[in-house]
């Protein structure tokens, strides 16, 4: 049974920054699996965030956190990586990593139907 775990969400200030991990059990992210970060505001939709091509490290940011989040993969750990930066109050949501056969990030990230396996969430809150 393949699984996700995410963890690392929590309370912090505008400016500040978080890292949320994603460890996947029951697959072996470099046998060829896309994963992605997506997020859920209050009363909105599940938006992509960031997602990378495990095999080969490409990844793909959604415009409004360029250059503020990042994500990164440890294959021999089984884990994907959310580094997030300059966090404002707008960044407020629950985050879910998602686990796709789809390898090419832009397109994981611009399709909330393409993961197969989520995982349960971590709550990431912003205070202005």
């Known amino acids: 049974e393949v699984q996700l775990v995410e963890s690392g969400g929590g309370l912090v200030q505008a400016g500040g920054s978080l890292r949320l991990s994603c460890v996947a059990s029951g697959l072996a992210l470099d046998d060829g699996w896309g994963v992605g970060w997506f997020r859920q505001a209050p009363g909105k939709e599940r938006e992509g965030v960031s997602c990378?091509?495990?095999?080969?490290?490409?990844?793909y940011d959604s415009d409004s956190m360029k250059g503020r989040f990042a994500i990164s993969s440890d294959n021999a750990k089984n884990t994907v990586y959310l580094e997030m930066n300059n966090l404002e109050p707008e960044d407020t949501a629950v985050y879910y990593c998602g686990v796709t056969a789809v390898r090419i990030p832009r397109f994981i990230c611009k399709d909330v139907r393409y993961p197969e396996v989520w995982g349960q969430g971590t709550l990431v809150t912003v205070s202005s």
């Open positions: 990378i091509s495990s095999p080969d490290g490409s990844t």
